[in-house]
């Protein structure tokens, strides 16, 4: 028996070999370790029993899978998904079969089997544990604070402050709420130091709390400690820390609000009997609503979701979600009526229609009606500037106006496109988003796609003057140009994408498992990713509260798989 575990596991472990280097960009020393852990999973699978259900439930997420690695390999190489190629869905299909085992296990993974070292035990039994957790954090940030002086001056932060000082038109475009404080800090106080010292400080707060939390719920206290180790050196937190984009406190505000959430489930709606805690999670949504602009629609779309998961505090989650709702909506009449604060264009939502108009366009014979009325959504030259995997060329001269005087038109055409070039549009699709679930995506990708900008500043100019630090140019290296890449622990821990197939076996093992309370915590955090594959292009940036809230799903998928 044992020989037949061995041969068999042998046999799965190298299709995954032959299939995944296929679609790795022939990264080899990731592709052996991804085999040698295949074969791992494969010979420990035998011993766990499955039910039809369960068998349902590893294949679709084996096949979810293995349909994105093929796909992203064809969108990363050629800018086409190749979805009506027999060739694509023959190794989708084999790869599907070869990782089945693999998922099996995975989906099985039980924390509370987890045996925690004597060492762990007694770091976590102080009780002063959240102040030895912080300064861990913080001391472990320092040096990068220090030779990163005064920060990471990245992304929007100069359209900002261009607002902030009155030299552009003040919008909703970036949250009011994030300009403001980026303009205190860095017009007012003359200094982007406080800014990242703020910002670190407030992360180093919130990554304590989350540990302290998972402590007092016993925990597995060994996770724990390597969730701090994560919190501590991950390149990518530590940067993120002192990075001025409105995704970093955006994601710690949305831990925090998972934590409650969390709560409100294990107390069976108790929690909800405070009015302090009533207060502050009607606080919490608030401020995520103000802080991402697509959080709005993440959040309406959660909503009858999370009541009927939670039927039983029917009144008060009905109240909490109203109030924070109604704040939002207070907070935008002011702005715009008080503050003539313009609001946020709508075309910032129509990425993927633009791609695929302009994909449609660009691939397929049209005749010149078609092609007018396709123009006449842009300015002159616009759609010769169509890039496949970011919108932002053709967005920026999109013409609102046509859209609005003839929606149904335009939907009528659309829908149209999709029935005659199905393919077309898929592809115009993929290529906008498949990063988040292509594990082998290859970064920077041009000025586009970087995996965290990395910029070395002089009097608020970026600067290219920081060669002779060292610091600086390690991180440079390892996030700017994606060095990380080439090592195969961060390429796995540093990667998106990996967080992002966790948190949807965490909702396949939840529905497998019937504990649809478990839903509640992490609806919002899901539907805000969807959210994000309309983004104009796939960034880690956007997905980062996936990333931050890490140790919480895994927490929740301990929950998942006890039998208690």
Known sequence: MKLKKFFISIFFSILVFLIIFKVSNQNIIHTIIFSVFSFILNYNSFAIYSSKKDKFFYILFSFIFSFFQVIGYNCFNYEVSNIGNIKTWVLILILTISLYNVIKVIFNFNVRKLKDFKLSINFFNNKHLFLIVFLLIFISWLPVIIKFYPGNYSYDVEYQLMMYTNKVTFSQFHPVIHTLILGIFIINFDNLFFYSLFQSVLMALIFSKTIVYLNKKNFSKTLNLIFLLIYMFLPTHVIMAITTTKDVLFSGIFMLAIMKFIDIVESYGLSLKSKKNLIF??????????????????LVVSIPFMILIFRNSLKKIFIIFLASLTLFFSYNLILTNVFNVEPQLESESLSIVMQSFARVYKYEHLNNEEKERIENLFLPKTLEKYNSRISDPIKINFNNSILKQDLIGYVKLYLKYMFKYPITILDSWFNMFYSYFYNYDVLPQGWQKKYIEVNCINNFEKSQNCSENRVYVTYKNLLDKAKY?????????????????????????????????????????????????LAPVALMRYVYPILVSFSLIIYLFGKSNDSN
């Open 485 to 533: 890449q080439e090592i195969p622990i961060l390429r796995i821990l540093m990667n998106s994408s990996t967080y992002i197939y966790i948190l949807i076996i965490l909702i396949f093992n939840i529905i497998r498992k019937k504990k649809y309370e478990l839903l509640f915590p992490i609806i919002p955090l899901f539907m805000y990713f969807l959210t994000d594959l």
């Open 281 to 298: 999670i009607i606080i919490i949504l608030f401020l995520l609503l103000i802080f991402r602009n697509n959080m709005y629609y993440a």
